[in-house]
């Protein structure tokens, strides 16, 4: 491995594409031999973030940095990183030996060399049975693996993933997952990984990045994300199903909503209109409270998820095994003070 520790800094990164700007003055810093994982929808700016770190898109301004040397115009094959594409990226007329090693072989690496990286990459991937074969005689999920032996293979300072388990079915994804954050611990290398699936970066992740409309909203790890998103866009993101979010007016410790006042665990000196986030689980039935009717109710076995309409809109509520509502039925929703998250209204920033 590079004796460089793979520590990452972009300061003020802009990208443009004509008029349209796709980064807006990103600043991160990721730390040696960190999982850290760029979350948000499609067209947020993360994978256009991780091919500047790769050095296959240029910057319109800003730097980028790696070990405190300032790598922003230089080549890809000169920052020393390895990247996992999410289609592979394998090349159909080579065996499964010689697309692991090609990155070798491109620098010149001696074939006995070359030979014993390759298995002990395809080792740590647990393909070493398959090295003779050619990518067209593998499954999506051997394919993949070739593709992480051809990348570590080279042993670089800063390994980049963009969506690398997206053409998996779940139960490989699931698994291939696993193996993947061990893989990663194992080699204590910098990873850097591009993902719009939260279940994915939170169970990955050291840290996470949250995108939104070419700019990050949050950095923190993953549990600082769900119990304190930071912006009201983030809490509707984060989550499954995601956080309820209904319009209230603030008042004292109390939220109203619809003329029901709901205590929310915090004052405020003078009445603000804000967004009131709660969590599909810690949402109660039954009681007093804001009237809801029961739209549709989804059993998912050991929990079920009740859609409701209220306050005006869609509301979710999680239930521990089988839900005791029925369909059409009006019911009324509480919470705990405590698990109530408040968002400014105008500027969606959390005040709680």
């Given at each position: 491995?590079?004796?460089r520790?793979?520590?990452v800094r972009l300061?003020?990164?802009?990208?443009?594409?004509?008029?349209?700007t796709v980064l807006?003055?990103?600043d991160?810093?990721?730390?040696?031999?960190?999982?850290f994982v760029l979350?948000?929808p499609?067209g947020?700016?993360?994978?256009?973030?991780l091919r500047i770190m790769?050095?296959?898109?240029s910057?319109?301004a800003?730097?980028?940095?790696?070990?405190d040397v300032?790598?922003?115009v230089?080549e890809?094959?000169?920052?020393d990183v390895?990247m996992?594409?999410q289609?592979y990226?394998?090349?159909?007329?080579?065996?499964?030996a010689e697309?692991?090693?090609?990155?070798?072989?491109?620098v010149g690496?001696a074939?006995?060399?070359?030979?014993?990286?390759v298995a002990d990459a395809a080792?740590?991937?647990?393909?070493g049975?398959?090295?003779?074969r050619r990518?067209?005689?593998?499954s999506?999920?051997?394919q993949?693996?070739?593709?992480?032996?051809?990348?570590?293979?080279?042993?670089?300072?800063l390994?980049?993933?963009?969506?690398?388990?997206?053409?998996?079915d779940?139960?490989l994804?699931l698994?291939t997952?696993?193996e993947?954050?061990?893989?990663q611990?194992a080699?204590?290398?910098?990873?850097v990984y591009v993902?719009?699936d939260?279940?994915?970066?939170?169970t990955?992740a050291d840290?996470?990045a949250?995108f939104?409309?070419g700019?990050?909203?949050?950095?923190?790890?993953?549990r600082?994300?769900?119990?304190?998103p930071a912006?009201v866009s983030?809490?509707?993101?984060?989550g499954?199903p995601?956080?309820?979010?209904v319009?209230a007016t603030w008042r004292?410790?109390?939220a109203?909503?619809?003329?029901?006042a709901h205590?929310v665990?915090?004052?405020?000196?003078?009445?603000?209109e804000?967004?009131l986030?709660?969590?599909?689980?810690e949402?109660?039935?039954g009681g007093?409270g804001?009237?809801?009717?029961?739209e549709?109710?989804?059993e998912l076995?050991d929990?079920s998820?009740v859609?409701?309409?209220?306050?005006g809109q869609?509301?979710?509520?999680k239930a521990?095994?089988?839900?005791?509502?029925?369909?059409?039925?009006?019911t009324?929703?509480?919470f705990d003070p405590?698990?109530?998250h408040l968002f400014?209204?105008?500027s969606g920033v959390?005040?709680n």
């Open positions: 491995m590079s004796d520790k793979g520590n300061q003020g990164v802009v990208k443009k594409h004509g008029e349209t807006h003055g990103v991160l810093e990721i730390r040696a031999g960190e999982f979350l948000g499609s947020s700016g993360k994978t256009t973030t790769a050095g296959l898109e910057v319109s800003g730097q980028v940095l790696m070990d300032d790598v922003t230089a890809p094959g000169a920052r390895a996992v594409f289609s990226a394998l090349y159909p007329h080579m065996t499964v697309n692991i090693g090609f990155p070798l072989k491109m690496t074939r006995d060399t070359i030979a014993q990286a080792a740590r991937v647990s393909i049975h398959l090295l003779q990518p067209g005689q593998l999506g999920g051997q993949q693996r070739v593709a992480l032996a051809r990348a570590i293979v080279r042993q670089p300072r390994f980049l993933l963009d969506e690398p388990l997206s053409n998996l779940a139960k994804r698994e997952r696993l993947l954050k061990q893989l611990r080699l204590g290398v910098t990873t993902t719009h939260q279940e994915e970066a939170m990955l840290r996470v949250v939104m409309d700019r990050i909203v949050q950095i923190a790890t993953p600082a994300i769900y119990s304190r912006q983030v809490a509707g993101f984060i499954t995601p956080m309820n979010l319009p004292g410790n109390v109203v909503i619809d003329g029901v205590p665990g915090a004052t405020t000196p003078q009445p603000r804000i967004m986030g709660v969590r599909p689980g949402l109660r039935s007093t804001t009237a809801a009717r029961v549709y109710i989804e076995g929990h998820i859609d409701l309409a209220g306050a869609r509301l979710r509520l521990e095994g089988q839900a005791r509502l029925r369909e059409g039925e009006t009324h929703l509480s405590g698990s109530a400014d209204r105008a959390r005040l």
